[in-house]
């Protein structure tokens, strides 16, 4: 095949690039310089001038009088004439020109164009794109004309699902090249001979942040050949349950600390499944095969050997019998197929834990519901809403088998425990007001069975409201009302859920207002970030030892030391929420607390929990970081563990891995909410190299931003905030530098690129938005609560939600394409996101802003009436009101 140097039209010359490894195309005439192949598509078909223009009526009318901020009314009659919207004349940009390497730097049609830009990009032409036969894996930047709209698009709008096959990726080169335009390519095998990953250089100077890069999946896993022992495509894990910061992993610590990349896994063992997605396979015969070595469990990676008698582990070779009854259907007493058994299939199974684990009866869930009912809290409308709120999710509630139990005690300054007899209609309230020795007031009927006491807790809802209506006690006792809740569950387990209106001044854990904003913005704010009180964290412990978990619904006005309170659930792997200067009065404020609360509620919990990891001999696990507690070296102790909840683990290689790829193994033990000991099994198999450039390769940008996230916070509170981001600042600086050191013709000389390979290309951008992030940014203005809370979701956000959470996505919603918005093969179709950056704002625009936690709309000045009156039915900007 004839080189992109040999296939130029007459007027152009190729120049190849060392530092880059790539032709430079160059216009003879004008000198102007570009990196794609010129006037040929791939096949060999000439390229038209001009970008076609989008077809009659696709493009929403209303839509483009939004986009070209025009005021006069456009529609109405159906005399309305299309308005004038010129042709697409350039304005050259005030720079000499496009840097080389540039996609085509910055350009300006007329607003509402519809052969619009998007990102600098130039609009490709027919025949190229997505599907088009163009280059593979370039976006097609088309207007929203008929023929323009790819089939492909969806996946660049939504992405692949979480849990879902990933589509076939097309092979992606820097600059919209094809792959055969790249000469410069890394050849060499891996260790084993396995396709080795190719590595390309992109310019970050030249290459502007493309959001849809972050729904790109992390770099393929190319494991040796033979290595697995099922062809299925669900037999290594998905990313959204345990993802690697390296997909190849370095066989020396030398080599793996010459690249500057952490090693790292983020792991969310219990991530929600959605309606359609597969659910995670359960194996209910409980033959469990593990290595009788390392106890690791049985595989997609291990060896069968002996004519499938015996089994050989990956992680330490041990050789280990296979069980009498694993190829048997005891459901149909019949021989079963081997090869058809979901832990040789999956790499995310579940097993029904046989009679040998279980040390006691599996216990019940219960859960114990302490309101705050001072002033402030009744004021607020908080208690009124909760109270709804339980009484609305009771059926929600897990009990399936009828042993769930419940509790609800009220506290002030005093405690306000409920006798609830079962099958009563009515209850009795029982006052406890010495909170310096805490005692149950009754040995019965304060935690019940939820559905033998049904009717009673209804009627106790409906009038906690109505009995602390007038109650003018200002002052909180939780230490206490905590202390009463753990003398209540510590028997069997359970969850505690307290919600706190104000500071607790009473009793054991009071606090004292540390906020002092003298020193807001100084090195001794990070002392704001860390506990006032040993007592969160020592009575956290307790309850851990005692398998209750706790979470926080946090509503204050004022200051509340979420640092503090947030021990509880950090250490009980519990969940925090906090909503400054709450009052229900809003109904935004009422309707955000009480879905999420109803989530916690109806969410089924695992119970009684430990965790460990076991990796491939070679490799040590050296820290581990989220919501739990470390029980001994590598048990990791969860009370209960909550769904969508992230841990990072750090990973050292302690000696030189001669095996062809490693094995992470992440086994979760717990009692389900419907009492019934299950163990879940997460294996991720990686292929080791020696090769540097594949380690580059390899690497997930996502999950190094959810790792560096942690590891900012956790140096915020170990030494100062400024600490912190220097911190995190540098690990990049280091990354870059490595990689140019190594992988550039360059080197370490002065050079006019910034270089990183195109699988990290989005990482700097992503440290940006985490060093500007509220729980670390430089700022004497951000109030303790809301940074510590901020500090609290850095550390326990999977990373689907983390990285919006810290690189919002932002839309366009005046220039939407006709389809955007409404509901596709892969639900509402989102317009494209564009870059989170304040450039892209427009007077006569209005935007979407969204983050995972809060949703923004922006609206401009110059915003024409029409779009105000379509989107909040309001005549004009003048009259919007902003705020929540």
């Known amino acids: 095949m004839a080189s992109p140097a040999q296939q130029l039209p007459p007027g152009w010359a190729a120049q190849w690039d060392a530092n880059n490894q790539r032709y430079l195309f160059i216009e003879t005439a004008s000198g102007h310089s570009q990196w794609e192949v010129p006037g040929v598509a791939q096949g060999g078909q000439p390229v038209p001038d001009q970008p076609p223009a989008a077809s009659e009526g696709a493009h929403n009318p209303r839509r483009r009088q939004y986009a070209a901020g025009q005021t006069q009314a456009y529609y109405g009659g159906e005399t309305a004439v299309d308005p004038t919207y010129g042709t697409s004349a350039f304005v050259p940009p005030t720079t000499s020109g496009p840097a080389p390497g540039a996609t085509g730097g910055p350009q300006f049609f007329t607003p509402g164009h519809d052969n619009q830009q998007y990102g600098g990009a130039p609009i490709p032409a027919p025949g190229t794109g997505i599907g088009g036969g163009g280059a593979p894996g370039v ?44 000469t410069g390519q890394f050849g060499s095998l891996g260790v084993a001979g396995q396709k080795a990953f190719q590595l390309y250089t992109t310019n970050l100077l030249t290459s502007p942040p493309e959001p849809r890069e972050l729904l790109r999946p992390p770099p393929e896993i190319r494991l040796p050949p033979n290595s697995c022992i099922s062809p299925a495509a669900t037999a290594n894990a998905d990313p959204s349950y345990q993802r690697s910061t390296l997909n190849a992993i370095p066989t020396t610590s030398t080599l ?23 659910q995670v396979p359960l194996v209910t015969d409980r033959v469990m095969a593990r290595c009788r070595r390392c106890r690791t469990y049985i595989n997609p990676y291990v060896q069968f050997i002996d004519g499938g008698n015996r089994w050989r582990c990956c992680m330490c070779k041990m050789a280990n019998e296979v069980p009498q009854l694993f190829d048997w259907d005891q459901a149909r007493n019949q021989p079963a197929d081997r090869w058809a058994r979901a832990e040789l299939n999956h790499s995310v199974v579940e097993f029904v834990a046989p009679s040998e684990y279980i040390v006691r009866p599996p216990q019940p869930a219960a859960y114990v519901f302490l309101i705050d009912v001072s002033n402030t809290a009744v004021q607020s409308g908080m208690v009124a809403t909760a109270t709804r709120t339980i009484l609305e999710n009771l059926e929600r509630i897990p009990d399936e088998e009828g042993r769930t139990k419940v ?20 209850s009795r309230m029982l006052v406890v007001s010495d909170i310096e020795d805490v005692f149950l007031p009754k040995p019965s009927d304060l935690l019940v069975n939820l559905a033998e006491a049904r009717t009673s807790l209804e009627a106790l809802l409906g009038r906690v409201h109505d009995m602390f209506q007038e109650n003018s006690i200002i002052g909180s006792a939780l230490g206490p009302a905590l202390e009463a809740a753990f003398k209540l569950l510590s028997p069997i387990g359970g969850k505690i859920v307290a919600l706190s209106s104000s500071l607790p001044t009473l009793g054991e854990g009071a606090l004292k207002n540390r906020e002092d904003p003298k020193i807001l913005g100084t090195a001794k704010e990070s002392g704001l970030l860390q506990a006032a009180s040993s007592f969160y964290k020592t009575f956290a412990i307790k309850c851990s030892r005692a398998q209750i978990s706790v979470d926080m619904f946090l509503f204050s006005a004022s200051y509340q030391d979420v640092a503090s309170l947030a021990c509880l659930p950090h250490y009980t ?27 916690v509620l109806a969410m089924p919990i695992m119970l009684g929990a430990v965790m460990r990891v076991r990796v491939s001999r070679g490799l040590r696990i050296s820290s581990f970081h989220g919501n739990f507690f470390v029980r001994s070296t590598d048990l990791l102790a969860m009370p209960a563990v909550p769904q969508d909840q992230s841990y990072a683990i750090e990973v050292q290689i302690e000696e030189t891995i001669t095996s062809p790829f490693v094995v992470f193994q992440t086994v979760v033990l717990h009692t389900t909410c419907y009492g019934e000991l299950r163990m879940r099994v997460i294996t991720l198999a990686l292929p080791t190299t020696t090769n540097l450039s594949e380690v580059f390769a390899s690497a997930d940008q996502i999950a190094l931003a959810t790792f560096f996230a942690t590891k900012a916070v956790e140096r915020s509170l170990s030494h100062k905030l400024e600490d912190a981001r220097v911190f995190t600042f540098q690990k990049l600086v280091e990354l870059l530098v490595a990689y140019k050191n190594s992988m550039t013709s360059g080197g370490a000389g002065a050079s006019a690129q910034l270089a990183i390979s195109e699988n990290m290309k989005m990482l700097p951008v992503l440290i940006l938005g985490l060093l500007k992030n509220v ?21 326990s956000l999977p990373s689907q939600l983390l990285i919006p959470y810290i690189y919002p996505t932002f839309y366009a919603l005046h220039s939407m ?15 494209l996101p564009l870059p989170s950056t304040s450039e892209r704002l427009e007077r006569h625009g209005l935007f979407l802003i969204e983050d995972g936690q809060t949703l923004f709309l922006w609206v401009g000045r110059d915003a024409v009436p029409q779009l105000v009156l379509d989107v909040f039915n309001l005549p004009s900007y003048e009259v919007l009101r902003g705020g929540k």
């Open 139 to 182: 976006p097609s930047y088309y207007g929203p004309g008929a023929d323009a709209q790819q089939s492909h698009q969806h996946d660049y709008i939504n992405g692949p699902a979480y849990g879902q096959p990933q589509p076939p990726q097309p092979s992606f080169t820097p600059g919209g090249g094809s792959v055969d335009a790249l």
């Open 256 to 278: 793996l600390s010459k690249s500057k990349i952490p090693l790292a896994l983020v792991i969310t063992p219990y991530r929600s499944v959605k309606e359609g997605e597969e």
């Open 407 to 426: 509790s609800i005690i009220c506290y002030d300054t005093s405690l306000y425990f409920f006798s609830i007899a079962p099958g009563a209609g009515d």
């Open 573 to 599: 792997s519990g969940q925090t929420y906090y909503y400054p200067a709450f009052n229900a009065a809003r109904s935004e404020d009422a309707q955000k607390f009480a879905r999420e609360f109803g989530e």
């Open 775 to 795: 729980g670390i940014r430089q700022s004497a203005q951000i109030p303790p609560d809301i940074r510590a809370y901020s500090q609290v979701l850095l550390t």
């Open 817 to 831: 394409p006709a389809e955007a918005g409404t509901v596709g093969e892969h639900g509402v179709i989102m317009p």
